[in-house]
């Protein structure tokens, strides 16, 4: 995808009931998510739309990384809805963790609806320039 | 074609279209839009009101306020924008991407009731709401009704 295309739609994807079963109420969907590796971490994006900072929950539980957001800034008490073309919703996703991340060095941030996790590598993976002395 | 002139799937939701076509005058149907629930662009938009006006909310998350663009001309209400989200890698790979980026616009025709030119917008948590005040005129008035005597 590059800037010059154009956005057609973008459809919310439902949680899948067959590895997820939520109990809770509402409307649940998977946060569309990029991942990318470079030689010292590994980093989730994620898109939240009207989750704030302090409804997001990221905790690790035994070998996974678990993702809620719970949506704030979506539909209001006295809302009269007319037309709608996207339902609001909260978020929940999991990722299996390998072993080379460094969990007590793990870090979320969230901006404008989207969460970033940064997770470092292990310092023994970290690519390493080992120096060449000259011998004599 | 009408813009609540869509398949339901239940007596309750029927009841509720019923009593959104009473409300139906108010917003009508965005210019290019097909008839199906869904989303038919982007970014997709909710239009509801509340007692001080129409609002249109839309959820595009992670702009940068001056890649936004939200104008009102004449009765045509447009959200055009750029959404980027590629990362600087730093020398690294993608695992996975899921999160689309692009150009878009939307044009959404405004009902005669509503006063173009007091819009407002505010952007929270990625999403992007936009307000529509009443025309004064097109507020709700009591009237006062007398007995006659006779």
């Known amino acids: 995808m590059t800037e010059n295309q154009e956005l057609t739609s973008l459809e919310k994807q439902e949680l899948d009931t067959s590895v997820h079963q939520e109990l809770r109420s509402g409307y649940w969907f998977v946060p569309a998510t990029d991942i990318y590796e470079t030689p010292d971490k590994v980093v989730l994006i994620m898109d939240m739309a009207g989750v704030c900072y302090d409804c997001t929950h990221v905790s690790i539980v035994d070998d996974e990384l678990i993702v809620t957001g719970y949506v704030t800034h979506g539909e209001e008490d006295d809302d009269y809805v007319l037309y709608r073309e996207y339902e609001v919703g909260n978020y929940h996703r999991h990722f299996g963790l390998p072993d080379i991340i460094d969990r007590g060095q793990i870090e979320a941030v969230m901006s404008n609806g989207i969460l970033t996790v940064t997770m470092p590598k292990v310092e023994n993976v970290k690519p390493r320039r080992i120096p060449v002395k000259v011998a004599e | ?150």
């Not at chain 2, 239009?47 to 009102?72: C, F, H, N, Q, W």
């Not at chain 2, 025709?109 to 505010?122: F, I, N, Q, S, Y």
């Not at chain 2, 507020?139 to 005597?149: D, G, H, N, Q």
């Open chain 2, 1 to 150: 074609m009408d813009f609540f002139n869509r398949q339901e799937d239940s007596n309750i939701e029927r009841e509720l279209a019923r009593l959104q076509q009473d409300m139906g005058r108010l917003i009508r149907r965005p210019a290019h839009s097909s008839p199906q629930r869904g989303s038919k662009g982007f970014p997709g938009i909710v239009g509801l009101t509340k007692a001080d006006g129409l609002y249109v909310r839309a959820e595009v998350p992670g702009m940068k306020l001056e890649d936004l663009d939200i104008s009102v001309s004449g009765d045509m209400l447009t959200i055009q924008g750029v959404r980027t989200t590629g990362a600087t890698l730093e020398g690294g790979w993608y695992h996975r991407r899921e999160r689309e980026s692009g150009g878009f616009s939307r044009s959404i025709r405004l009902p005669a009731e509503v006063d173009g030119a007091k819009a407002e917008a505010t952007y929270v948590a990625g999403v992007l709401t936009i307000r529509l005040p009443l025309k004064e005129a097109a507020k709700p008035r009591e009237i006062a009704v007398r007995v006659a005597e006779g």
